[in-house]
């Protein structure tokens, strides 16, 4: 009877112990499920430009043909015979002027860089806007944290445009003519690199 006894309990208690880890199984499982979903949405989300979201799984220039506040920009590259450098590895980081930038320069200025004869003075233009390496906000401020309060960086075309980020969290942008621009969307992620959206068109002088 007691050897009875003893095997019953001990069944009851491997039974009893299965029955635990099972339960733990399923506490841990819909967590995991939970994170692997909460980790799919975030790679999923892409930010958006001009009513467009922009794949960081693509280059600066196909990014930017999907942006419809970018369209004079795309015209810009397209026009200098750009996109083909901005489609390559890089990294590049470029500072974007949107349409309501280009806006601000006197319509036949527009007009005469955009026309082949002006291809050397656009192309001057829309290289001062790109600089060679992929600079994030965070690494802007902290160049500029070291540089005690701005940072200047050299672009392709040669000339330098000075960084300083504001109190407010915003971004200015100073030229090499004295002119300023701020940045109004950062950290758009491309494949070859990144872009910050700009509100005003910069001179390299």
């Not at 003893?6 to 967590?31: D, F, H, I, R």
């Not at 970018?70 to 489609?87: C, D, P, R, Y």
């Amino acid at each position: 009877m007691n050897t009875r006894l003893l095997t019953l309990s001990v069944a009851s208690a491997a039974m009893l112990g299965l029955a635990a880890c099972n339960s733990g199984a399923e506490t841990e499982a819909p967590a995991a499920d939970a994170m692997a979903t909460d980790a799919a949405a975030t790679a999923s989300t892409d930010p958006m430009v001009g009513g467009a979201a922009m794949s960081p799984n693509e280059t600066i220039v196909a990014n930017a043909a999907k942006a419809s506040n970018l369209t004079t920009l795309v015209s810009a590259v397209q026009a200098a015979e750009l996109a083909e450098t901005l489609s390559g590895p890089g990294p590049f980081t470029v500072f974007a002027p949107d349409n309501a930038a280009f806006e601000k320069i006197p319509a036949a200025t527009r007009e005469a860089l955009l026309a082949p004869a002006g291809k050397d003075d656009l192309t001057r233009i829309l290289t001062y806007h790109v600089v060679s390496g992929r600079l994030t906000a965070a690494d802007l401020a902290s160049q500029a944290q070291a540089g005690g309060g701005s940072a200047t960086l050299t672009t392709v075309q040669g000339a330098t445009l000075t960084v300083t980020p504001n109190a407010d969290g915003s971004v200015t942008l100073t030229d090499a003519a004295g002119g300023t621009s701020t940045v109004t969307q950062a950290d758009v992620l491309q494949s070859n690199g990144v872009v910050h959206v700009i509100d005003t068109v910069v001179m390299p002088g």
